[in-house]
Protein backbone atom coordinates (compact mmCIF):
# COMPACT_ATOMS: atom_id res chain seq x y z
CA UNK A 1 0.00 0.00 0.00
CA UNK A 2 1.34 3.32 -1.19
CA UNK A 3 1.18 6.19 0.97
CA UNK A 4 -1.21 7.84 -1.81
CA UNK A 5 -3.41 4.72 -0.57
CA UNK A 6 -3.21 5.17 3.40
CA UNK A 7 -4.27 8.96 2.62
CA UNK A 8 -7.45 7.87 0.64
CA UNK A 9 -8.41 4.96 2.58
CA UNK A 10 -8.10 7.18 5.80
CA UNK A 11 -10.84 9.71 4.08
CA UNK A 12 -12.92 6.49 2.54
CA UNK A 13 -12.99 5.03 6.40
CA UNK A 14 -14.88 8.09 7.63
CA UNK A 15 -17.92 7.44 5.36
CA UNK A 16 -18.49 4.00 7.18
CA UNK A 17 -17.46 5.87 11.09
CA UNK A 18 -20.00 8.53 10.62
CA UNK A 19 -22.78 6.70 9.40
CA UNK A 20 -23.23 4.70 12.05
CA UNK A 21 -23.87 7.81 13.86
CA UNK A 22 -26.89 8.39 11.31
CA UNK A 23 -29.03 5.60 12.64
CA UNK A 24 -32.36 6.99 13.47
CA UNK A 25 -32.24 10.01 12.47
CA UNK A 26 -34.91 10.82 9.59
CA UNK A 27 -36.03 13.22 7.03
CA UNK A 28 -38.16 14.38 9.98
CA UNK A 29 -35.15 14.93 12.66
CA UNK A 30 -32.28 15.74 10.19
CA UNK A 31 -32.54 19.60 11.42
CA UNK A 32 -33.55 18.89 14.47
CA UNK A 33 -30.91 20.24 17.10
CA UNK A 34 -30.40 19.45 20.93
CA UNK A 35 -29.98 22.58 23.19
CA UNK A 36 -27.00 24.19 23.49
CA UNK A 37 -25.67 22.36 20.46
CA UNK A 38 -24.28 24.00 17.43
CA UNK A 39 -25.58 22.71 14.56
CA UNK A 40 -27.82 19.25 13.09
CA UNK A 41 -26.92 16.43 10.90
CA UNK A 42 -27.82 17.80 7.73
CA UNK A 43 -25.43 20.90 8.13
CA UNK A 44 -22.86 18.65 8.92
CA UNK A 45 -23.00 16.58 6.18
CA UNK A 46 -23.34 19.62 4.02
CA UNK A 47 -20.15 21.23 5.87
CA UNK A 48 -18.29 18.31 5.64
CA UNK A 49 -18.57 17.81 2.37
CA UNK A 50 -18.26 21.03 1.00
CA UNK A 51 -14.47 21.33 3.17
CA UNK A 52 -13.66 17.92 1.12
CA UNK A 53 -14.53 19.76 -1.98
CA UNK A 54 -12.73 22.70 -1.15
CA UNK A 55 -9.44 19.86 -0.48
CA UNK A 56 -10.08 17.95 -3.80
CA UNK A 57 -10.29 21.38 -5.61
CA UNK A 58 -6.82 22.05 -4.46
CA UNK A 59 -5.57 18.35 -6.14
CA UNK A 60 -7.68 17.85 -8.76
CA UNK A 61 -8.22 22.00 -9.89
CA UNK A 62 -12.07 21.10 -10.54
CA UNK A 63 -14.80 23.09 -9.21
CA UNK A 64 -17.31 22.40 -6.95
CA UNK A 65 -19.82 19.89 -8.57
CA UNK A 66 -22.80 22.09 -8.60
CA UNK A 67 -25.50 19.32 -8.60
CA UNK A 68 -24.49 18.46 -4.79
CA UNK A 69 -23.09 22.15 -3.77
CA UNK A 70 -24.55 24.94 -5.23
CA UNK A 71 -22.94 28.42 -5.19
CA UNK A 72 -26.56 29.95 -5.77
CA UNK A 73 -29.86 29.90 -3.79
CA UNK A 74 -31.26 26.55 -4.06
CA UNK A 75 -35.10 26.91 -3.15
CA UNK A 76 -37.05 24.91 -1.43
CA UNK A 77 -36.82 20.88 -1.08
CA UNK A 78 -33.34 21.54 -2.99
CA UNK A 79 -30.94 18.10 -4.27
CA UNK A 80 -28.24 20.25 -3.55
CA UNK A 81 -26.53 22.21 -0.67
CA UNK A 82 -26.56 25.85 -1.00
CA UNK A 83 -22.26 27.01 -0.06
CA UNK A 84 -23.04 29.39 2.08
CA UNK A 85 -25.77 27.83 4.17
CA UNK A 86 -23.17 25.34 5.45
CA UNK A 87 -19.74 27.21 5.17
CA UNK A 88 -17.59 27.63 7.94
CA UNK A 89 -19.34 30.30 10.16
CA UNK A 90 -22.71 29.79 8.37
CA UNK A 91 -25.72 28.89 11.26
CA UNK A 92 -27.94 26.25 10.36
CA UNK A 93 -31.59 26.78 10.58
CA UNK A 94 -34.00 24.26 11.75
CA UNK A 95 -36.12 24.59 8.84
CA UNK A 96 -36.24 21.29 6.29
CA UNK A 97 -36.99 23.11 3.08
CA UNK A 98 -33.81 24.36 3.32
CA UNK A 99 -31.53 21.51 3.05
CA UNK A 100 -31.81 17.68 1.21
CA UNK A 101 -33.31 14.89 2.36
CA UNK A 102 -31.26 12.69 4.68
CA UNK A 103 -30.78 9.96 2.25
CA UNK A 104 -28.84 12.70 -0.40
CA UNK A 105 -27.47 14.51 2.44
CA UNK A 106 -25.73 11.39 2.95
CA UNK A 107 -25.37 10.45 -0.89
CA UNK A 108 -23.38 14.17 -1.11
CA UNK A 109 -21.38 13.47 1.59
CA UNK A 110 -20.39 9.96 0.36
CA UNK A 111 -19.48 11.41 -3.21
CA UNK A 112 -17.14 14.56 -1.69
CA UNK A 113 -15.14 11.96 0.40
CA UNK A 114 -14.93 9.80 -2.59
CA UNK A 115 -13.36 12.31 -4.53
CA UNK A 116 -10.83 13.43 -2.07
CA UNK A 117 -9.61 9.97 -1.94
CA UNK A 118 -9.74 9.54 -6.07
CA UNK A 119 -7.87 13.31 -6.32
CA UNK A 120 -5.36 11.73 -3.47
CA UNK A 121 -4.73 8.61 -5.09
CA UNK A 122 -4.19 10.45 -8.55
CA UNK A 123 -1.91 13.26 -7.38
CA UNK A 124 1.54 12.90 -8.01
CA UNK A 125 3.99 13.20 -5.11
CA UNK A 126 4.69 16.72 -5.92
CA UNK A 127 1.15 17.87 -5.84
CA UNK A 128 1.19 16.01 -2.07
CA UNK A 129 3.66 18.21 -0.76
CA UNK A 130 3.10 21.71 -2.59
CA UNK A 131 2.43 23.92 0.40
CA UNK A 132 -1.03 25.60 0.15
CA UNK A 133 -2.97 28.40 2.04
CA UNK A 134 -5.94 27.08 4.49
CA UNK A 135 -7.71 29.54 6.78
CA UNK A 136 -5.14 31.23 8.14
CA UNK A 137 -2.03 29.41 7.84
CA UNK A 138 -0.56 27.27 5.20
CA UNK A 139 0.27 23.42 5.12
CA UNK A 140 1.33 20.81 2.62
CA UNK A 141 -1.49 18.93 0.42
CA UNK A 142 -0.71 15.47 2.48
CA UNK A 143 -1.22 17.14 6.07
CA UNK A 144 -4.83 18.88 4.88
CA UNK A 145 -6.02 15.59 3.74
CA UNK A 146 -5.00 14.56 7.39
CA UNK A 147 -7.01 17.28 8.68
CA UNK A 148 -10.06 16.08 6.89
CA UNK A 149 -10.60 13.21 8.48
CA UNK A 150 -9.63 14.11 11.90
CA UNK A 151 -12.58 16.89 10.81
CA UNK A 152 -14.96 14.33 9.48
CA UNK A 153 -14.31 12.96 13.30
CA UNK A 154 -14.70 16.43 14.80
CA UNK A 155 -18.16 16.68 13.29
CA UNK A 156 -19.26 12.88 13.89
CA UNK A 157 -18.81 13.84 17.32
CA UNK A 158 -21.33 16.26 17.31
CA UNK A 159 -23.73 13.87 15.64
CA UNK A 160 -22.80 11.51 18.74
CA UNK A 161 -23.79 14.63 21.42
CA UNK A 162 -27.06 15.70 19.48
CA UNK A 163 -27.94 12.00 19.59
CA UNK A 164 -28.01 12.25 23.38
CA UNK A 165 -29.57 15.75 23.33
CA UNK A 166 -32.67 13.93 21.09
CA UNK A 167 -32.57 10.78 23.22
CA UNK A 168 -31.43 8.19 20.40
CA UNK A 169 -30.06 4.81 21.76
CA UNK A 170 -26.64 4.41 22.15
CA UNK A 171 -25.15 3.26 18.48
CA UNK A 172 -23.28 0.81 20.87
CA UNK A 173 -26.08 -0.73 22.46
Known amino acids: MTPHDVLAEAVLSTKMLLARYLAGFTDDTRTAQGPG ?26 SLP ?17 SESIAFGSKPVGDAAVYPSLARCTEIYNAACDRLAAAVR ?3 ESKLTESVKWG ?16 NGFHTGQIAD ?12
Open 37 to 62: LPNHVAWNLGHLALTLHRVAEKLDGK
Open 66 to 82: AGDISTAPTGARPTAFH
Open 122 to 124: AAP
Open 136 to 151: NGESPLWMLVLRMVFH
Open 162 to 173: LRRALGFKSIFA
